[in-house]
């Protein structure tokens, strides 16, 4: 499966953004898909997770309550929408597709990843 992430941008701390991942070559239905994040100097880590079949769902402690993953069949496209940013949320977001469930997802666990893009949340 191929990925397009988009929807990154300069936004003021407390405001919102949604990134998108747009999926081509295979149904996202049967994988499990996820965001993760890399900060300048910083591992690649793990923001949101939504396994396949609606199995389990996982969010990173510092992100839990403001984010949150969808996905979209008709439009094989998954999303997550980010509120309450902060300015520690800076980072390069990179979505992933892989087929593992997402008990303590890690980058191992994804095959297919889309281009980062940059959100920059100012104080």
């Known amino acids: 499966v191929q990925l397009q992430a988009s929807g990154g941008g300069l936004v003021q701390a407390g405001g919102s953004l949604r990134l998108s991942c747009a999926a081509s070559?295979?149904?996202?239905?049967?994988?499990?898909v996820g965001w993760f994040r890399q900060a300048p100097g910083a591992e690649r880590a793990i923001v949101a997770c939504?396994?396949?079949?609606?199995?389990?769902?996982y969010y990173a402690d510092s992100v839990g309550g403001r984010f949150s993953i969808s996905r979209d069949i008709a439009e094989n496209t998954f999303y997550l929408q980010m509120n309450n940013l902060k300015p520690e949320d800076t980072a390069v977001y990179y979505c992933?597709?892989?087929?593992?469930?997402?008990?303590?997802?890690?980058?191992?666990?994804?095959?297919?990843w889309g281009r980062g893009t940059l959100v920059t949340v100012s104080s």
């Open positions: 070559g295979a149904t996202l239905n049967s994988y499990t």
């Open positions: 939504d396994a396949f079949g609606g199995h389990n769902t």
């Open positions: 992933a597709a892989g087929v593992n469930l997402c008990y303590y997802p890690a980058p191992r666990d994804f095959n297919s």
